[in-house]
T-cell receptor, first 111, second 114 residues
Framework: KQEVTQIPAALSVPEGENLVLNCSFT??????LQWFRQDPGKGLTSLLL?????REQTSGRLNASLDKSSGRSTLYIAASQPGDSATYLC??????????FGAGTTVTVRA | ETGVTQTPRHLVMGMTNKKSLKCEQH?????MYWYKQSAKKPLELMFV???????ENNSVPSRFSPECPNSSHLFLHLHTLQPEDSALYLC?????????????FGPGTRLLVL
C-alpha cells in the first residue's frame, strides 16, 4: 500500500523567504505526482503535475522536483508572500485516476 | 472557481436523518469522484464514476449511497450516519478516468453529524 508523508505538518516563515515543502512516498512505482493547494473552507487547486518520466515541473514561482528512486518530491516556492498561506497537499498517482494523498503541510507566511 | 460546484456548503444532520449532497461540473468531464477529508487525515477516495458508471467503491459503508444520473451531476445520499462521518466531503472531476490528467475539485460540503 502506498503511503504518503508530508513533514512538517505546519510551517511559518517571514514574507520573502523561500519555502521548501517535502513529500515522501513508500512505493516508487508511481504513475505521476501532483501538488495541490487548499485554502480554508475551499476545495483543492492543482498547482503542478509531474509525470513519472519527468524530474521536475515549474510554474511561475513554483518548482516541484521528483526523485522516484528515493521516494521524494519537493515543492519550492520562491519569495513567499502572505497570499501563499494555505495547506499544500502532495498526491501520488497510483494509476491514471487514483490518487494517494498526504495529510498536508499548513503554511503561514508572516507579513 | 474550478468549474465544480457543491451544495450545500454546510450541513448538520442527526443520525436518523436522510440527506443528499450534490455536485455539478461545468467542464465537460466524464469522470467524477467523491472524497472524504477528516480532520488531520489525508483525503480518502470513496467512489469513482466514469461515463456514469461506478468503477470504484473504496469499501465505503452502505449508509453512503452515490448516484450519477449523467456525466455532469453526482449525488451522495446519506442515511443513518454516525458522528465519525463528520468531515469535509469533496467532489472532483477529470476528463475521464483513463486520461491521467489532473482532477478539479469543488469547494466541499462540511458535514456535521450529531
Amino acid at each position: 500500500k502506498q503511503e504518503v508523508t508530508q513533514i512538517p505538518a505546519a510551517l511559518s516563515v517571514p514574507e520573502g523567504e523561500n519555502l521548501v515543502l517535502n513529500c515522501s512516498f513508500t512505493d516508487s512505482a508511481i504513475y505521476n505526482l501532483q501538488w495541490f493547494r487548499q485554502d480554508p473552507g475551499k476545495g483543492l487547486t492543482s498547482l503542478l503535475l509531474i509525470q513519472s518520466s519527468q524530474r521536475e515541473q515549474t510554474s511561475g514561482r513554483l518548482n516541484a522536483s521528483l526523485d522516484k528512486s528515493s521516494g521524494r518530491s519537493t515543492l519550492y516556492i520562491a519569495a513567499s508572500q502572505p497570499g501563499d498561506s494555505a495547506t499544500y497537499l502532495c498526491a501520488v498517482g497510483l494509476n491514471d485516476y487514483k490518487l494517494s494523498f498526504g495529510a498536508g503541510t499548513t503554511v503561514t507566511v508572516r507579513a | 472557481e474550478t468549474g465544480v460546484t457543491q451544495t450545500p456548503r454546510h450541513l448538520v444532520m442527526g443520525m436518523t436523518n436522510k440527506k443528499s449532497l450534490k455536485c455539478e461540473q461545468h467542464l465537460g468531464h466524464n469522470a467524477m469522484y467523491w472524497y472524504k477529508q477528516s480532520a488531520k487525515k489525508p483525503l480518502e477516495l470513496m467512489f469513482v464514476y466514469n461515463f456514469k458508471e461506478q468503477t470504484e467503491n473504496n469499501s465505503v459503508p452502505s449508509r453512503f449511497s452515490p448516484e450519477c444520473p449523467n456525466s455532469s451531476h453526482l449525488f451522495l445520499h446519506l442515511h443513518t450516519l454516525q458522528p465519525e462521518d463528520s468531515a469535509l466531503y469533496l467532489c472532483a472531476s477529470s476528463q475521464d478516468r483513463t486520461s491521467g490528467r489532473t482532477q478539479y475539485f469543488g469547494p466541499g460540503t462540511r458535514l456535521l453529524v450529531l
